[in-house]
């Protein structure tokens, strides 16, 4: 005989359903068809149909593994005898821990289960109804990590076994709302070079005149040197002071301004230390001259 099942197919899966049906042609020359199941795997057929059948359904059968036999008899004798391997488990699995634990910042989910017949599968997790994912089982251990989520939620865990049967698990958990870090771009300023340079130009061609202007009043004046200081002090220093001030309020104001970097500011505090050291030079120079 060759034996088929369409409710447990494959000897080696393990099916929920404890109605197993068996199936085979009987040849027409067959006029006795002998049955029976049983855990040995060397079973001998021994309840007897005639006329023979093609087909047994058999009820309730307690979970574990069986096996199904046929064997044909006609008036020359009886044929090899023909065995089905199949497997029945209607219990889901047992669950021994379901908790979430806090780590960290997240909560983690971890499941402590058991089968003893067709083995632990996966487990189907659902937030809000929602498939948030499905996870394997290690040695009956299951972790996982329960991220991303905010405010009130429900979680629900399908736990099953590989013969199809599950149990489910509920809670309806809290996420606090994690705030996310405010990032602020430093904005660049972009550094106006040329001019800087052209203010540091303009600076030196300024002290180049007036200390021109110095030299060719003393070689053509030297007869009304005092007349000369007199004017010079009254005329061009009060000018060129109040110009080096402005200068100088305007390099503070921009040392002090926020948008600038660290770079640029030292740019203006050298200029700033240019500016002083030759307007000292200027005083010693005219304080000179003023005693010759």
Same mark, same amino acid.
């Given at each position: ?41 060397? #079973? ?8 023979? +059948? ?18 044909? &008899?006609? &008036?020359?004798?009886?044929? @090899? ?6 497997? *029945? ?17 997240? #909560?983690?989910? %971890?499941?402590? !289960? ?48 590989? !013969?199809?049967? &599950? ?15 405010? *990032?602020? @771009?430093? @904005?660049? +300023? ?36 005092? +007349? ?23 390099? %503070?104001?921009?040392? &002090? ?6 770079? =640029?500011?030292? *740019? ?5 230390? +240019? ?5 000292? =030079? ?11």
């Amino acid at each position: 005989p060759r034996i088929t099942s369409p409710t447990h197919p494959d000897p080696n899966k393990w099916y929920n359903n404890n109605n197993p049906v068996f199936e085979w042609k009987v040849p027409s020359d067959v006029d006795l068809v002998r049955t029976a199941y049983g855990k040995n795997s060397d #079973l001998i057929p021994y309840v007897e149909y005639s006329p023979p +059948i093609s087909r047994k359904e058999l009820k309730d059968i307690p979970d574990g593994t069986y096996y199904f036999a046929v064997q044909f &008899e006609n &008036e020359f004798g009886r044929s @090899q005898i023909a065995r089905l391997k199949f497997n *029945i488990d209607t219990k889901p699995p047992e669950v021994f821990e379901f908790a979430l634990v806090p780590k960290g910042n997240v #909560l983690s989910l %971890k499941i402590v !289960a058991t089968d003893t017949l067709s083995g632990l599968d996966k487990a189907e997790i659902y937030v809000d109804d929602v498939l948030y994912g499905k996870e394997n089982f290690l040695e009956g251990i299951l972790e996982k990590a329960i991220t991303g989520l905010e405010g009130s939620k429900k979680l629900k865990v399908i736990i099953k076994d590989k !013969a199809g049967n &599950e149990v489910i698990k509920e809670e309806t958990l809290f996420f606090p709302t994690v705030e996310k870090p405010v *990032i602020i @771009q430093k @904005q660049e +300023i972009a550094i106006n070079w040329f001019l800087i340079f052209s203010l540091f130009i303009l600076i030196l061609i300024i002290l180049i005149i007036v200390l021109i202007l110095i030299l060719r009043i003393e070689r053509h004046h030297r007869d009304i040197q005092n +007349i000369r200081w007199e004017t010079f002090e009254r005329k061009y220093k009060e000018r060129l002071n109040a110009f080096l001030n402005e200068m100088k309020e305007t390099i %503070k104001n921009l040392d &002090e301004d926020p948008r600038f970097s660290d770079e =640029e500011r030292n *740019i203006y505090r050298r200029f700033k230390e +240019i500016m002083e050291k030759a307007e000292k =030079e200027f005083e010693e120079y005219l304080k000179k001259e003023k005693e010759v």
